[in-house]
């Protein structure tokens, strides 16, 4: 595998993550008031549909190789969208209310 194509494996896996964990936080705003059961098979659907997305996602990059380096990559992209959300979330709501105050 050349420079260029490991290059953006690494940005694709971080992408990844952070993807990962909005999509996470999105799953649990849908499951929140839901039965026991029902959050079981629907969470087993999306962990299912995440890991099906990411390998095809590395197979269209680099022909579906995989190294500990892009699963590592992927934890730290959820780790920093943990830590950057709550401020985003903030200069979101932020800009929405300088738009409705004009």
Do not use: P
């Not at 940005?11 to 499951?31: D, E, P, R, V």
């Not at 380096?69 to 985003?88: D, Q, R, S």
Request: charged share 15%; proline share 0%.
């Amino acid at each position: 595998m050349d420079s260029f194509i490991q290059l953006l494996s690494f940005l694709a896996s971080f992408l990844y993550g952070m993807i990962f964990y909005l999509l996470t936080k999105f799953n649990y705003f849908i499951l929140y008031n839901k039965k026991g059961i029902v959050k079981f098979i629907i969470t087993l659907v999306f962990i299912i549909d995440i890991v099906i997305l990411y390998i095809y996602v590395m197979y269209r990059i680099n022909n579906g190789y995989f190294h500990i380096y892009f699963v590592i990559l992927v934890i730290l992209g959820f780790i920093l969208m943990h830590k950057l959300y709550k401020y985003l979330q903030m200069l979101c709501k932020s800009c929405v209310n300088k738009i409705k105050i004009k």
